[in-house]
């Protein structure tokens, strides 16, 4: 399913038409538990707007899903947690109103890990997503219900947020086009914060083209969101020629699964027959990304997190007899356990005595693989590797052991520090059936280039 389809299916049929089908192809499909929620009775009040002439657009009548952590009408607004279970959004997030300004029709809201914290959506307080190819295995995180519900084509698009691979992670484990697009490049408004150094709007697409699109609707400088950058997207027609790539050294070792490294290698030979030149380059600093990240975002959750109090909105905890007991008893029923198992790790790091050893330091290598990336962008247009280390793995099989499961963004999260854009394509399947992604990744603002080129190779 793609959008050019669902266009073509509207004006034969209506829109109405084509979002009932949408509907009924995510209930028959309930068993994944991809979705948390459904819009339904807005969705189809949206169509026959469409139908009558009143909602106009490039995708009037297009039917998508947004991951529960972004503010929408018509289904509480969750963020797979207890803390936000019945919330009702007051208003929208600004990628939202831009795609529904184009007349897309937003039909329900995507499972994720609670507050977006992991990556295989089985930290969701309702359950985990069960993989669009193989059931017995996670569909990725955090943005897992979304990369689901594209897969199994119940929508063409859907919008998600990685902040260190929960938009690529799932691509690749689903076979579907992920994009994380620059930080700053699409705003973050009406978006449930979780480290806002590094959190970034993007979306998922069943071919590049779309995901052009989608990128070209909802990039641009938003004054609600003070980081956006001003619109600098503008898909390219024609792929740059005899571009130079660099394939990461330190992304291909032994301890990746070999069928990952054989398509990734497969990849690179297209790129090569296609004109372009790829030489293998080092990034050093990828070996301490982890660490880095899990000190900086750690330490900005856990002080995003710190408004839900049960004073303000979300969940209370009932039956508190003083202010402390209040406090305590809420934050402990309405996290999961990763959430917790960050707020303390981000707590200890800024905590005094220990903020110089930690943070600042994490902050001061974060600079260093910045630089790392800056040098190598001086030599090569685009740098390429896998995207995650292995396909997707068995539901249960990491979640007794936080290190390993962390392991799976080690080629996410580079880019991810360095404010960078990067997308993961799919690259064919390992001897199970189980897709592989590649991840392509270039320089701040070249988020235009990247899906050109990969384009190039999609045809």
Do not use: W
Not at 67 to 88: I, R, V
Not at 102 to 124: P, Q, V
Not at 298 to 314: F, K, Q, T, V, W
């Amino acid at each position: 399913m793609n959008i050019s389809n669902i266009l073509a299916q509207i004006k034969s049929t209506s829109a109405r038409a084509v979002v009932e089908n949408s509907i009924k192809l995510a209930n028959d499909n309930e068993s994944y538990h991809a979705l948390l929620n459904l819009t339904s009775k807005r969705a189809l009040k949206r169509a026959d707007e469409v139908d009558s002439g009143k909602i106009t657009g490039k995708l009037a009548g297009v039917p998508f899903i947004v991951k529960d952590n972004f503010l929408a009408f018509g289904a509480p607004t969750t963020a797979a947690s207890k803390m936000l279970e019945s919330f009702s959004a007051p208003l929208q997030a600004t990628a939202v109103e831009k795609l529904e300004a184009e007349g897309a029709i937003c039909i329900g809201k995507a499972n994720l890990d609670a507050f977006a914290h992991g990556g295989s959506t089985e930290n969701s307080a309702f359950g985990p997503t069960k993989n669009a190819i193989d059931t017995s295995r996670v569909a990725g995180g955090s943005s897992g219900g979304s990369a689901v519900v594209t897969a199994l084509n119940i929508v063409p698009f859907a919008l998600g947020s990685d902040t260190g691979g929960s938009i690529r992670q799932p691509a690749s484990y689903n076979g579907v086009v992920g994009v994380k697009t620059t930080y700053g490049a699409v705003s973050r408004f009406g978006v449930v914060a979780m480290a806002s150094s590094t959190d970034v709007i993007g979306s998922f697409a069943t071919n590049v083209t779309d995901a052009e699109l989608i990128t070209d609707i909802i990039t641009g400088r938003d004054e609600r969101d003070m980081t956006t950058l001003p619109d600098f997207f503008e898909i390219q027609s024609e792929t740059k020629p005899k571009q130079k790539i660099g394939l990461v050294t330190d992304f291909m070792t032994d301890d990746v699964n070999p069928e990952v490294r054989d398509k990734v290698n497969e990849y690179v030979e297209k790129l090569k027959s296609n004109g372009h030149i790829v030489e293998k380059v080092d990034l050093p600093m990828a070996e301490y990304a982890l660490a880095i990240y899990y000190i900086i975002v750690p330490a900005e959750l856990s002080s995003n997190l710190a408004r839900y109090d049960g004073i303000r909105y979300g969940q209370r905890a009932e039956g508190a007899k003083t202010l402390a007991e209040l406090y305590g008893r809420t934050r402990d029923q309405g996290f999961v356990t990763e959430n917790k198992r960050r707020i303390m790790i981000g707590s200890y790091v800024l905590s005094s005595g220990y903020f110089d050893a930690y943070y600042l330091q994490a902050q001061k290598a974060r600079t260093l693989l910045i630089d790392e990336f800056d040098k190598l962008f001086k030599d090569y247009d685009v740098l390429i590797g896998p995207t995650a280390p292995t396909p997707a793995f068995k539901l249960g099989e990491n979640t007794a052991d936080p290190i390993k499961m962390y392991l799976n963004d080690i080629m996410t999260v580079p880019t991810s520090l360095a404010g960078l854009p990067a997308i993961s394509v799919p690259a064919g399947t390992n001897k199970s059936g189980l897709p592989i992604g590649v991840q392509l990744m270039g320089p701040r603002r070249s988020d235009a280039m990247l899906l050109s080129l990969a384009r190039s190779v999609e045809e």
